[in-house]
């Protein structure tokens, strides 16, 4: 994958998998350069025997082919820049990915196209899960969930259109300032 952006879309499509009713994406950036993609479920979890084996591209829980890639590829790019990967997981309370990469290194991917990401995921899945992002860095923060955007919407689908074409560029106006062209 050519972005991180394109990893963390694959990644929260596990939790929707998993039939979560939340996922919460965390993408910290620390005054060090090291950056934390921290991504929490309340789905279905894993059994301790597939979190065992779960950075193996052998392993999968998908009937329609006998690899995955994801998790597998993502670990290694977090490898790659110094960083790692690690999750936690628990059967019938729900997974938290946390990936950490140095992006001071020549190997780190660039952050890609998040809100564009955020917003995919919110409209090709508009009524659930809900969905909650925090972004931070040393240049500030910024908090996001779909219950607000439900609140403020008053029963507006999420997919509408003009709801997904404003979600983005809202996003994008928030996330801009904090991570700069360090990792964009």
Request: charged share 25%; net charge negative.
């Amino acid at each position: 994958m050519r972005d991180l952006s394109l990893h963390i879309l694959d990644l929260m499509q596990n939790s929707i998998r998993a039939q979560a009713k939340a996922v919460s994406l965390s993408v910290l950036l620390k005054d060090d350069g090291m950056l934390s993609v921290i991504i929490e479920d309340d789905g279905c979890g894993m059994s301790e025997e597939l979190l065992s084996r779960v950075t193996s591209p052998f392993a999968t829980t998908r009937t329609t082919r006998k690899v995955g890639l994801g998790i597998p590829m993502m670990a290694e790019n977090c490898r790659l820049t110094g960083g790692d990967l690690s999750i936690e997981s628990t059967l019938g309370v729900g997974t938290k990915l946390t990936a950490t990469l140095d992006t001071s290194s020549i190997d780190c991917l660039p952050l890609g196209d998040l809100p564009g990401t955020v917003t995919t995921l919110v409209t090709m899945n508009p009524d659930k899960p809900e969905f909650t992002l925090h972004c931070a860095s040393p240049k500030g923060e910024m908090r996001f969930d779909t219950r607000e955007v439900r609140e403020a919407l008053a029963g507006v689908p999420l997919n509408e259109p003009e709801v997904a074409a404003w979600m983005q560029e809202s996003l994008r106006e928030e996330i801009e300032p904090i991570f700069g062209g360090v990792i964009l």
